[in-house]
């Protein structure tokens, strides 16, 4: 008896499942994760779920036919992280390829693989040297046998450049190769210039031509800045599987963030009603959103892609306060409240933008209580500082070292008067 295919299962569900990219086409952002780190990355993404991880995540281990190192990498992710992920080999549209990632994943619970086909007049002449109906054929017949072969795994397909493509003929074969045993159906962007209602159209058309069966996956690039923007309006239009990985990375300029997508979806319920209809139940298990920040510092620390102040979600500037008016009234100037939604307490930085309020707060965290004369003073100091250095922001170690010296003098008693 067929294994059940839990992604499919959850998709037909109404629920959201997580195409997690960043092991895989984040290679193509010049990053390389070793296969320990793949597999705790897996597992932290999975625990997001608890027990349902493997119903909201597949994680795209690796390409085993790039090299016996990649090959060992995906084969270790789908043995130790088969609990909490659908682990996932990529191959290209080749009976030995489909061969290579069925053996690398064999004998993981929830395990799939991942078959890539020219969609594209474009992509047909540059993979298979024909055009697009005759790769579009030869993908349907891979994907017979594949499914053929698979005694148990999964087998999704990869439409690429879908959106250049006739979409008819998307539509034709994306039913055939379902109707062949085909998991899902990836319809791949690749090249990034898609606009949100083209994304829309897309999804729409193949969805209505392939029919009711087909389970249809978004992946869309970030080239125009649009990668997450795009992937909403394919949720939009009734996708339930989103590609996406960590901090972006994906080839080029990357994809949609998995931290921005999960959040979104996940953070306020009218607005994923918004995007994914008012009726959308989208978690077999609510998603532990505390865990994402952690997760993408971890992300950060192995691949050397930073979190810079206008990172969203987990970037540094979340949970951080500088000025007057956002200290005092801070639920006025903010989307979501940090600490609530990802466990990150407020943080008062210490800028040339500082207000007495600002600056008195910094103090106190550092152990110093000012009186007025001493917060004027102080202010001053702050600011000159900043404008001299051109340094915006005046670290707490710095700030210590001068309240130290300035309660020092204005707390000395005053020296006897001369006899």
Request: with cysteine; hydrophobic share 50%; net charge negative.
């Amino acid at each position: 008896m067929a294994a059940t295919d839990v992604v499919r299962e959850s998709a037909q569900a109404g629920r959201i499942v997580f195409f997690e990219e960043s092991a895989r086409d984040g290679a193509q952002a010049k990053t390389l994760m070793g296969a320990g780190f793949r597999v705790r990355l897996a597992q932290e993404q999975g625990a997001v779920f608890g027990a349902d991880g493997p119903r909201h995540v597949v994680f795209a281990a690796g390409f085993p036919s790039v090299c016996a190192q990649e090959f060992e990498a995906t084969r270790q992710v789908a043995l130790e992280a088969q609990g909490s992920v659908s682990p996932a080999a990529i191959c290209r549209g080749t009976v030995p390829d489909v061969r290579l990632a069925l053996r690398a994943v064999r004998g993981a619970a929830h395990a799939r693989v991942m078959v890539i086909v020219a969609a594209s007049e474009a992509t047909a002449r540059a993979l298979v040297h024909g055009d697009a109906r005759e790769a579009l054929a030869a993908g349907l017949d891979v994907v017979k046998e594949a499914v053929d072969l698979a005694d148990g795994v999964a087998v999704d397909v990869c439409l690429v450049d879908a959106p250049r493509a006739d979409h008819a003929l998307v539509a034709e074969y994306a039913g055939a190769m379902t109707a062949q045993g085909a998991g899902t159906i990836v319809l791949a962007d690749t090249v990034g210039d898609l606009l949100p209602g083209q994304t829309r159209a897309l999804f729409q058309q193949v969805a209505a031509g392939a029919g009711p069966e087909a389970v249809l996956v978004s992946h869309l690039h970030n080239d125009l800045g649009l990668g997450l923007a795009n992937t909403l309006a394919a949720l939009e239009s009734g996708v339930r599987v989103a590609a996406c990985s960590w901090l972006g990375m994906a080839e080029r300029s990357g994809m949609a963030a998995t931290e921005q997508l999960l959040f979104l979806l996940a953070h306020d319920p009218a607005k994923a009603a918004r995007v994914l209809g008012a009726d959308c139940e989208p978690w077999w298990t609510a998603p532990d959103l505390t865990r994402l920040p952690r997760i993408a510092r971890m992300v950060s620390a192995e691949t050397g892609i930073p979190l810079t102040v206008t990172t969203p979600i987990v970037g540094s500037g979340v949970a951080t306060i500088s000025t007057g008016t956002p200290f005092t009234h801070p639920q006025t100037f903010q989307p979501y409240d940090p600490q609530h939604h990802l466990g990150l307490a407020p943080t008062v930085v210490l800028t040339h933008l500082a207000s007495r309020r600002v600056l008195r707060a910094v103090a106190e965290r550092l152990g110093h209580h000012l009186d007025p004369d001493q917060t004027r003073t102080a202010l001053v100091w702050v600011k000159d500082r900043a404008y001299r250095l051109g340094q915006a922001v005046v670290a707490d170690a710095d700030f210590a070292a001068y309240l130290d010296g300035l309660t020092t003098r204005t707390t000395a008693p005053a020296p006897a008067p001369a006899s």
